[in-house]
């Protein structure tokens, strides 16, 4: 199996500018997270989806910040309009099933506003 | 709320020996799961180890080794025979057990160095 797959790896743009990043779960696997890296605020979750569905999106900063899944092989974040405070790593991870299973996450997108 | 706590912001260890993680969390939740993950240079969040809460006895898995002590909330990480491909950023995290609760809340880290 590929794992999962994020595009793009590093994105850089200026501020005010939309951004959307993508993600290819890991096939089979039900569940989606999208996870920000900072150094100020560490890992944390910005929302998931069970099946396609939303479950727990109070991570999300704010209304600029929105996530969809529209199938099961592929989910985006987007960002409009974009600020210098959203530069991070932003992860994507999936699962299969609930319990301890573990989450995979993929290689991650950096994303740099200026 | 869940919290994840880990106090050594960095630690080191010479090859060959071992080291140990702390890690502390904070919750109401009778069962939950809890997990190592190392994040390399290369940033690539790798599974480390787990623990279920309800099982008593500590994981292992070859040269990592966990001692989960439920009561103190504690869950530190032994590392045995430390290579230098161990060195990266140690993260403890905590995951409930029900439904609606499948996220990872993560502790701020430990950057592990290995000195040759």
């Known amino acids: 199996d590929a794992g999962v797959i994020q595009s793009p790896r590093h994105e850089v743009t200026e501020m005010g500018q939309e951004v959307t990043l993508r993600c290819k779960p890991i096939?089979?696997?039900?569940?989606l997270f999208w996870y920000r890296q900072t150094m100020m605020r560490g890992l944390e979750l910005l929302i998931y989806f069970n099946n396609n569905v939303p479950i727990d999106d109070s991570g999300m900063p704010e209304d600029r910040f929105s996530a969809k899944m529209p199938n099961a092989s592929f989910s985006t974040l987007k960002i409009q309009p974009s600020e210098p405070r959203d530069s991070a790593v932003y992860f994507c991870?999936?699962?299969?099933?609930?319990?301890?299973?573990?989450?995979?996450f993929g290689p991650g997108t950096r994303l740099t506003v200026t | 709320a869940q919290t994840v706590t880990q106090s050594q912001p960095e630690m080191s260890v010479q090859e060959a020996e071992t080291v140990t993680l702390s890690c502390t969390y904070d919750?109401?939740?009778?069962?939950?799961?809890l997990f190592w993950y190392k994040q390399p240079p290369s940033r690539q969040m790798i599974l480390v180890i787990r623990?279920?809460?309800?099982?008593?006895q500590n994981a292992t898995e070859n040269r990592f080794s966990v001692n989960f002590q439920k009561a103190a909330k504690s869950f530190s990480l032994k590392i045995s025979d430390s290579q230098l491909g161990d060195a990266a950023m140690y993260f403890c995290?905590?995951?409930?057990?029900?439904?609606?609760?499948?996220?990872?809340?993560f502790g701020t880290g430990t950057r592990l160095t290995i000195i040759p």
């Open positions: 919750t109401s939740e009778s069962d939950y799961y």
């Open positions: 991870a999936s699962q299969r099933g609930t319990g301890g299973n573990e989450q995979y």
């Open positions: 623990q279920e809460a309800y099982k008593q």
């Open positions: 096939s089979g696997h039900d569940y």
């Open positions: 995290a905590y995951r409930g057990l029900n439904f609606g609760n499948e996220k990872l809340t």
